[in-house]
């Protein structure tokens, strides 16, 4: 009788593929987690404050008036950059103002640039500067205080911050 033997061969060729079947669930169990990640990894992953994700026209609302950045290269990377600064009022309308800077800083490191703060020079476009180039030499957490000065008025200030990935 050759039946057993066949039979035999049947259970050791089903166990066969149990095994490789047992194989390939702990293969994906230990790939899954990676693969549902789907955010690419980031240098500035470890900060731990609010980190403010760049878009053109990007804008904030301080005491004294809204403050808009357009970055040149955008968004802002590693080497020079030059920023377009626009200062409007509640209702939108420009916002005359005597002279603005940037101070770039790292807090993560605890420093700035060189030097460390860039004077704006207006572009002749009522409430609107350009500022820089101001070169941002390392990757990472950068803070941007925007400070405005107007005669009459204390200076007001308008922080971004923003992650150069370099
Ligand atoms: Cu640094």
Not at 16 to 26: H, K, M, S, T, V
Not at 86 to 100: F, H, K, M
Not at 119 to 146: H, N, Q, R, S, Y
Request: proline letters at 8%; charged letters at 15%.
């Amino acid at each position: 009788m050759t039946l057993p033997r066949y039979a035999a061969l049947g259970i050791a060729a089903l166990a066969i593929l149990l095994l490789a079947a047992c194989g390939d669930d702990e293969k994906a169990a230990v790939t899954s987690p990676a693969a549902t990640n789907n955010a690419a990894p980031s240098i500035c992953d470890a900060f731990e404050a609010e980190i403010d994700s760049y878009a053109d026209g990007m804008s904030k609302a301080g005491d004294a008036m809204v403050v808009t950045v357009t970055a040149d290269p955008g968004p802002p990377d590693l080497g020079l950059n030059t920023w377009v600064v626009q200062l409007e009022d509640g209702s939108g309308n420009p916002v005359e103002t005597d002279a603005i800077r940037i101070a770039p800083f790292m807090p993560g490191h605890g420093h700035g640039t060189n030097p460390l703060t860039y004077d704006g020079e207006a572009t002749g476009e009522a409430g609107t500067w350009m500022v820089g180039p101001f070169d941002l030499f390392m990757p990472g957490v950068w803070e941007f205080t925007i400070t405005v000065e107007r005669a009459g008025a204390e200076p007001t200030s308008t922080l971004f911050r923003l992650c150069i990935e370099g």
